[in-house]
């Protein structure tokens, strides 16, 4: 059975830095797409980094050179480093995840994926 529990939102100011854990259970990397979706109120989750089974990386352009996604197969822990941050990336972030297949480059939406970790608040004060 396929579990997501993130971890390691909070404050922080605008220029600061956090990074946040998804501790999987149940997914093997090598068979699961994995991503980082984030949620403002009123709006829909958007994605904000993904990860290929073949370690290939995409980022939303609003998080291109200051957000990196990263995982530890040893670990079976999927991270977000987040750097430079802004007032506009306070979200609640979430992780998810389905069978490579299921999703891909090609269905990246909040739609296309099964599984969904209960998310992490990240606030930006400026």
């Known amino acids: 059975q396929v579990q997501l529990v993130e971890s390691g939102g909070g404050s922080v100011q605008a220029g600061g830095s956090l990074r946040l854990t998804c501790a999987t259970f149940g997914v093997t990397f090598s068979d699961y797409f994995m991503a980082w979706f984030r949620q403002t109120p009123g709006k829909e989750r958007e994605m904000v980094a993904a990860l290929d089974t073949d370690g290939s990386t995409q980022y939303a352009d609003s998080a291109k050179d200051r957000f990196t996604i990263s995982k530890d197969g040893t670990n079976h822990t999927l991270y977000l480093q987040m750097n430079s941050l802004k007032s506009e990336d306070t979200a609640v972030y979430y992780c998810?995840?389905?069978?490579?297949?299921?999703?891909?480059?090609?269905?990246?939406?909040?739609?296309?994926?099964?599984?969904w970790g209960q998310g992490t608040q990240v606030t930006v004060s400026s």
């Open positions: 998810a995840t389905d069978l490579y297949g299921r999703v891909g480059w090609a269905a990246i939406t909040e739609a296309d994926f099964s599984y």
